[in-house]
């Protein structure tokens, strides 16, 4: 009798032992469930790109012979990106093309992200809208396209002989790295444009106009509050910009030429007609690490700058 | 213009330097149309006779009918799987308190600013490592793996901007989590869906650089469109197609877009 | 109004946003050394008269004249006047040192010379020793102070002040005013306060203006304004008023015989124009020039019976409403502790007498 009683007393779930127990404490704690929740995608994303990324690595210090895979752990294949003068000059061509479309990309956007901030009143959204709808679209015609601007018989040249104010066709406009640098500036605008347009937007006004009230022109008040404020926005837009275009493959093929291959079309060619696969994961991985590298050291010296200014 | 304050009063220099900025942006891109329309296989002005052929000769395309058929399929899979798991994805970042939810982030977006051939040539390797044939289905995948971050991006958006309280409310009104979800959660989080899917269709469709390195014998529109690139009789009728394509992902995004941002002002409560 | 006349002219001035009316025509002098109020409910149009002043909008009509030039072509950066915003505006990525040295830049001191200054300041609003501090770092009223510091450093001839009290909790709120008030005195800056508080208006101010819809109803001394004033919303915006009824049944040699909804026959002094015979009037009390007695006194003039229906005890006054014939609402009535034996007024439905002095009654004219 004595038993029957105690055993009805006992509190829910405590007789059931561990499946209870654990039901409890995945109710309880928020992070478990929140982790469950998140599972599915952490489990597409660590298949689909941290894996890859691990076998990409790892392949790297493989060694290709015809179908067959060496899978001894060597360095050659990093030996020769780094001695080879070849793959030095197209790694500092690729990273000096991003850097300079990096920095053109930014300072044109600037001031339209800027008009848009603080100028446009009415129909803000169809501004912001029709600044960064080309991005969504399709990359490679937009490429497309200015390969048939800039062409030997494109648009411009054409068009400038019909006019009469030529006769030779412009040579340099394609097949260049000025033709990839504008083409990739063109291209990546629309991009660039939203994390400055979002530091600028954000800029509360009335710091503005106290710094008129204490005495601040219009340019001084660009030059003390504005650009220091919108500068987290400008580190985002440069980056965002320069580390995908370091590996574009389909401006420099379309309008690059010989003189405006990158890196991307080495590496792509190392996974299709050259056909050494181990080469170039090598090559990719020393351009992912040149990029972060860069990217660091920018993020650092620019840090460094703005508490100078502040 | 008297109404403006002093700070965002009228700067007419800026102004047009924003509409040159926006023409210079878009004028490009039209060019496509514009020559698509014009009577000679080369692409140069003069423009000679107005004609509408190369878009009959387009659509007589056997090839070009079974990419575009391949890129719909891919895209509308990508769309619905990279959806689900931003809606999964979003929810969870959003209203859940978890450790590392910084880096979670971060690493989640990471394909937005990895290069696209890195991911492509990565991806090669396991899959061709595991054994796996080159398809469509392999394109999927890569597509899935780089629309995650738009779709959870266009989702948290969604989720942060509409508050707990009314799905405490439908809790504490007797809705278990699935009813709840059902019932409150999927309506008002659904233009955000809705715009996801759209712009995750369209970026697979667009998609170039991955498709490129992990299709099989079946090619996507933008494989298809780059193989004709060589050949420059086939080029107006590449023109037209493009055209075509761009036109239809302009409207697509648009609407994309504005759904995303005009839904998240209707919600109540929430400013902006 | 202290020290010259008509430092700041404000003249027939008007702001319109579409058809909305934000100034509606205002005319305005003040003086210099004069500690100003402009007060008023949200919507009446005092900060936006604040921010003609300072610049940051442009008048649809009338002139602006500080010490006789014309701010009409003057950007704010060249304005003599300063602002104290009311979200501080304190600049987040300056430390406060630099933020109150922000507006030296155009004078090109040494950096000697504008750090004496910054120090000068920093001891001025007592924040010595936070220097180095960044914005979020700050509370509420530090930033204010350190928004105050960064405006009076450059020796403005006037300082706009918009709401800069309405973030604090009240305790903080009252030192603040104390502070304020002290420093504008030695100073002798005019400065130019915006507050939608009556209290913190008529406790600051040389004067005050008392503004709704754009227009503003009465500029006087806050005595003046809290005696005499010159209509039913000014009356009912500043402290607790009782309104009563009246019609005009004689008027001689400036002297009006009223009859009155509630209050009986009253006589009271009376120059105004609205006040003529057969005119129907408003007859306004305060509540703390009602006195409450058991019984009729006899040295009271005027008196009339009513009810007491509620009490509010609040601690150092006591608010009665109390019920009397010819009236739906109760009339107010505030009693001193210690002015009525309250324990025996304390019961509801206890009949009492009120009375009042001739010099209480305000006449104005019927809304």
Redesign the interface.
């Known amino acids: 009798m004595g038993d029957a009683i105690s055993i009805a007393t006992r509190p829910e779930g405590s007789g059931r032992g561990l499946r209870s127990r654990l039901r409890v404490a995945f109710l309880r704690s928020e992070a478990l469930r929140g982790y469950t929740l998140l599972s599915p995608t952490l489990i597409v994303m660590a298949f689909a790109m941290c894996a890859p990324f691990a076998i990409l690595v790892v392949m790297s210090f493989w060694t290709q012979h015809a179908f067959e895979f060496d899978t001894t752990l060597t360095l050659n294949n990093y030996r020769e990106v780094i001695e080879a003068p070849f793959f030095r000059a197209l790694m500092i061509r690729s990273l000096w093309i991003s850097g300079t479309c990096a920095a053109v990309t930014v300072l044109v956007s600037y001031p339209m992200a800027y008009y848009v901030a603080f100028h446009v009143h009415r129909h803000k959204l169809i501004w912001i809208i029709l600044m960064t709808l080309p991005f969504w679209t399709s990359y490679l015609l937009r490429v497309f396209s200015w390969k048939v601007i800039l062409g030997y018989n494109g648009a411009i040249n054409s068009g400038l002989k019909s006019l009469g104010l030529i006769e030779q066709s412009l040579e340099f406009l394609l097949y260049s790295p000025t033709a990839v640098v504008i083409t990739l500036a063109h291209a990546w605008a629309a991009f660039a444009i939203l994390p400055i347009y979002v530091s600028l937007e954000k800029i509360d006004r009335s710091l503005l106009e106290a710094a008129a009230d204490l005495g601040d022109g219009p340019v001084a008040r660009f030059l003390r509050v504005t650009l220091p404020l919108s500068l987290p926005g400008v580190l985002a837009a440069s980056l965002l910009i320069f580390i995908p275009t370091v590996g574009d493959y389909i401006t420099p093929t379309l309008v690059g030429g010989p003189d405006g291959i990158m890196i991307a079309n080495i590496i792509q060619a190392h996974f299709g007609k050259v056909n050494d696969w181990p080469m170039g994961a090598a090559i990719a991985i020393c351009m992912m690490i040149s990029v972060a590298l860069i990217s660091v050291v920018y993020i650092w010296v620019t840090r460094k700058l703005t508490e100078r200014i502040a | 213009m008297n109404d403006a304050p002093y700070i965002e009063r009228l700067n007419r220099p800026l102004r047009s330097y924003a509409i040159l900025f926006l023409a210079f942006l878009y004028i490009p891109v039209l060019f496509l149309p514009l020559f698509s329309f014009n009577d000679s296989i080369y692409i140069a002005f003069p423009f000679k006779e107005f004609t509408t052929k190369w878009y009959a000769q387009m659509l007589a395309l056997e090839p070009m009918h079974a990419a575009l058929m391949n890129s719909i399929q891919v895209g509308a899979a990508t769309a619905v799987f990279s959806t689900i798991l931003g809606v999964f994805g979003a929810k969870a970042v959003t209203r859940y308190r978890i450790p590392g939810r910084t880096p979670v982030v971060f690493t989640i977006m990471l394909p937005l600013v990895i290069p696209g051939i890195i991911m492509g040539v990565a991806l090669l390797i396991l899959i061709s490592r595991l054994g796996i044939p080159l398809s469509l289905y392999t394109v999927t995948l890569g597509h899935v793996l780089i629309c995650v971050p738009f779709s959870m991006a266009t989702l948290m958006a969604r989720f942060e901007g509409f508050d707990r309280s009314m799905e405490e409310a439908a809790a504490d009104l007797g809705d278990n989590a699935f009813w709840t979800f059902w019932r409150v959660t999927f309506p008002i989080v659904f233009p955000g869906i809705f715009a996801s899917l759209l712009l995750t269709f369209t970026v697979s469709f667009d998609e170039f650089i991955m498709a490129f390195f992990l299709s099989g014998t079946d090619p996507t529109l933008p494989i298809y469109i780059w193989s004709q690139l060589r050949f420059p009789q086939k080029l107006p009728s590449v023109l037209a197609l493009s055209s075509v394509v761009l036109v239809v992902s302009f409207v697509v995004v648009f609407l994309s877009q504005w759904l995303r941002v005009r839904g998240v002002a209707q919600i109540p409560g929430e400013g902006r | 109004m202290s020290g010259n006349d008509a430092f700041i002219s404000i003249e027939n001035l008007s702001k319109h946003?579409?058809p909305v009316k934000a100034v509606d025509r205002v005319d305005l002098t003040i003086g210099g050394g004069e500690f100003f109020s402009l007060l008023g409910a949200s919507g009446c149009g005092k900060t936006t008269l604040l921010?003609m002043l300072?610049?940051?909008?442009?008048p649809?009509a009338g002139e602006i004249l500080i010490d006789n030039v014309s701010m009409a072509d003057v950007?704010?950066?060249?304005r003599p006047?300063?602002?104290v915003?009311?979200?501080y505006?304190i600049?987040?990525?300056?430390d406060v040192r630099?933020n109150i040295a922000?507006?030296l830049?155009?004078q090109r001191l040494s950096r000697r010379e504008s750090d004496r200054l910054v120090d000068e300041m920093l001891e001025l609003v007592k924040l010595s020793g936070f220097g180095e501090r960044r914005s979020d770092e700050l509370s509420g009223g530090q930033r204010q102070r350190v928004a105050l510091a960064?405006?009076l450093i450059?020796r403005p001839k006037v300082l706009l002040l918009d709401e800069p009290l309405g973030a604090l909790d009240k305790k903080l709120r009252e030192e603040m005013q104390i502070e304020l008030r002290a420093l504008q005195q030695s100073l002798g800056i005019t400065f130019i306060f915006v507050t939608h508080d009556q209290e913190e208006a008529m406790t600051l101010s040389d004067r005050v203006a008392v503004m709704s819809r754009g227009k503003t109803l009465q500029i006087a001394a806050p005595k003046e304004i809290y005696n005499h004033p010159i209509s039913i919303e000014v009356a009912d915006f500043i402290g607790q008023m009782n309104f009563i009824d009246a019609a005009v049944t004689g008027l001689e040699d400036g002297h009006a015989v009223l009859d009155t909804a509630c209050l009986g026959r009253i006589e009271a002094p009376a120059a105004a124009p609205f006040v003529r015979e057969g005119a129907n009037i408003v007859v306004a009390i305060r509540p703390e020039n009602l006195t409450l007695s058991r019984e009729r006194r006899p040295d009271d003039r005027n008196a009339v019976q009513g009810v007491i229906k509620t009490a509010a005890y609040l601690g150092d006054r006591s608010h009665f409403y109390v019920s009397v014939e010819g009236r739906d609402k109760p009339l107010v009535v505030a009693a001193q502790e210690g002015q009525t034996s309250l324990g025996q007024f304390l019961e509801h439905d206890t009949p009492v007498w009120l009375s009042w002095p001739d010099e209480a009654v305000i006449l104005l004219e019927a809304g």
């Open positions: 946003f579409g921010r300072a610049g940051f909008e442009t649809t950007a704010p950066h060249h006047t300063n602002m915003f009311q979200n505006a600049f987040p990525h300056l630099r922000y507006g830049r155009v960064r405006a450059k």
